[in-house]
């Protein structure tokens, strides 16, 4: 069997990332950040991809998670960042368990129209709030990391550091669960559901377990994008915002939890590119990048890698 | 001694279509029973009964004394009543040997080991060996071995059927009902494959009940035949007896051979 690398190549990165970071500019630091946010969502919804499901809603518990973080600061003045995290994954996973009793029973489009609107609906509610600032949202105060306030040149990097360690967290747990039997049945309820039940599984109890966990990594995601970009509006839940989830999975590709946040990036890359060359036609830049994406890279930007590996194995 | 497998009074209609009617049989344990009839006879909807698919309008199922009429084809896998399906049920996109895998990875999961937080690699219960190791023991006994790292998508037929009994094997069947194990292979293949897994099942011993339309493979494996005529069992007594029956010949054999 090939050693499993994943874990080493993911504690590269985060040690990249903390010296990188110590020269990089604000703004990419701020990127690198969003960039490892989107990433945890994007995570939780490959698990869902590799079972054969597409949600179109996950942004409902990125939300849920970003104003779970607002509240936390807003009611309680709690601005620490894993705190904030912490909770925002918790919120999240315990409405999914609710949720999850009546979406694990559903497959192929109606899960992915009922996930989108359980997302609008949460939409419509937050919007009607007052309390919850209505379509404006509402302000964060600035991040502390266990209980420390960073020195005001210093936050971004901080945040981003502290942010990078608990993602590689996420990833390894994410990694482990799918290294576990349960994790492994993705793929089989993908191919064949029947054949899953017949060799003694209950296919809906592993689709609500991977629905709770894509909640989770959400939640966590929604709670870091909170906190980094200081405010948090209705605009987190709505259905655009499942499809940039959507659209990074794809052009991630899947067979690596380090896949989602590599598609993050680039798709912050373009998306930051797009909108500084041509601000009023970028999300057409982005359209011609997806239609690129699918078409010379159905299997995402991951399969480069792999293939990579494959011709460095030279034939058999 | 009591039966595995015991059978009674099972009826199922589909709209105005009887697919079963008044259907009993008890089956012996380390039996080799034969099912045989036309097709829409009846033979896959008694399976389907059996393995919980299909809940029988009326009637009863107990297995080892215990009623498991109304359970999910889940919990009676669980149970050790296990099949093969007509048309090779695989993970199309997974190699041979992850299909293997998973199916292995499922017992272990039922018995609460491999989980989030245990390391290690724990013995696959029944099968005393890791899910690696027990995986590739079972290949070699269906002599799939060299296959094991391709496609399971492309696999020719008889291999496809083979994969698709030993993934049934993974699970330690007491009970193992096999739909058509020969159909879509060659008339040369079909005694070898038969062999074959005959050999592998008595190795677990295994009660087996399998639906065949060759009636020189049934007269040779078959201890007991049951013959289904529309959804009815009209003859149940050893090979040489039923495929003797006027009724057998005039609805099942003749039909077959005509």
Redesign the interface.
């Known amino acids: 069997m090939r050693p499993d690398r994943t874990p080493a190549t993911l504690v590269a990165i985060l040690a990249a990332l903390a010296l990188g970071g110590l020269v990089l500019p604000q703004w990419l630091l701020f990127i690198l950040t969003i960039a490892c946010a989107q990433g945890l969502v994007v995570l939780g919804l490959s698990l869902l991809l590799r079972a054969g499901l597409v949600s179109f809603g996950q942004a409902l518990f990125y939300c849920i998670g970003a104003y779970t973080a607002g509240a936390l600061s807003r009611a309680f003045g709690v601005s620490d960042l894993l705190a904030q995290m912490l909770a925002g994954t918790a919120a999240a996973a315990a409405v999914a368990f609710v949720l999850g009793f009546l979406l694990a029973r559903y497959r192929g489009i109606f899960f992915g129209l009922l996930s989108l609107a359980l997302s609008m609906i949460f939409y419509g509610l937050i919007v009607k709030s007052e309390t919850l600032g209505s379509t404006d949202g509402f302000n964060l105060a600035k991040a502390t990391l266990l209980g420390v306030r960073p020195d005001e040149a210093w936050v971004r990097y901080a945040v981003l550091l502290a942010a990078a360690c608990l993602t590689l967290l996420a990833a390894l747990l994410t990694h482990r669960f799918l290294r576990t039997p349960l994790g492994r049945l993705g793929p089989a309820i993908k191919d064949n559901e029947i054949r899953v039940e017949y060799m003694g599984a209950s296919v809906r109890y592993a689709i609500h377990v991977n629905y709770v966990i894509a909640a989770a990594l959400a939640g966590a995601g929604g709670a870091l994008a909170a906190t980094t970009v200081g405010h948090i509006d209705p605009e987190m839940a709505y259905w655009t915002t499942s499809g940039e989830f959507v659209f990074i999975a794809i052009l991630a590709g899947s067979g690596s939890v380090i896949a989602p946040f590599l598609g993050a990036l680039i798709f912050g890359a373009i998306h930051t590119t797009a909108y500084d060359l041509s601000p009023n036609t970028w999300q057409m830049s982005m359209g011609v990048a997806l239609l690129a994406a699918i078409v010379f890279l159905p299997d995402g930007l991951w399969s480069l890698f792999t293939r990579l590996r494959a011709a460095g194995a030279g034939p058999k | 001694m009591s039966p595995i497998l015991d059978a009674q009074g099972l009826n199922k209609a589909f709209g105005a279509v009887t697919a079963a009617q008044a259907v009993s049989a008890a089956i012996e344990r380390d039996s080799v029973v034969g099912l045989i009839g036309t097709n829409g006879a009846g033979k896959t909807t008694f399976i389907n009964m059996i393995?919980g698919y299909l809940k029988p309008d009326s009637g009863s199922i107990r297995y080892e004394g215990r009623d498991i009429t109304a359970l999910?084809?889940?919990?009676i896998?669980?149970l050790g009543i296990?099949?093969s399906f007509q048309i090779p049920?695989?993970?199309?996109?997974?190699t041979v040997r992850e299909n293997m895998?998973?199916?292995l990875?499922?017992?272990?999961?039922?018995a609460g080991r491999?989980?989030?937080l245990s390391f290690g690699r724990p013995d696959v219960p029944g099968h005393d060996a890791p899910a690696?190791e027990a995986a590739d023991r079972i290949l070699a006994r269906f002599g799939l071995s060299e296959h094991r790292d391709k496609n399971a998508q492309v696999l020719p037929g008889g291999m496809r059927k083979l994969l698709d009994i030993a993934?049934t094997m993974?699970?330690r069947p007491r009970v193992l009902l096999l739909d058509e194990p020969t159909s879509g292979v060659s008339a040369e293949e079909k005694f070898g494959i038969m062999e074959l897994i005959m050999q592998a099942v008595k190795a677990e011993g295994a009660t087996v009940i399998f639906v065949e339309h060759d009636m020189e493979v049934v007269s040779r494996f078959a201890g007991r035949v049951l013959a289904f005529y529309d959804g009815r069992i009209i003859a149940d007594a050893p090979p040489e007896a039923v495929l003797k029956d006027a009724e057998v010949r005039r609805y099942v054999v003749g039909t077959l051979h005509a």
């Open positions: 393995t999910p084809p889940r919990d896998s669980r296990c099949r049920q695989l993970y199309s996109s997974l895998l998973t199916a990875g499922i017992m272990l999961h039922n491999g989980g989030f690696e993934l993974a699970a």
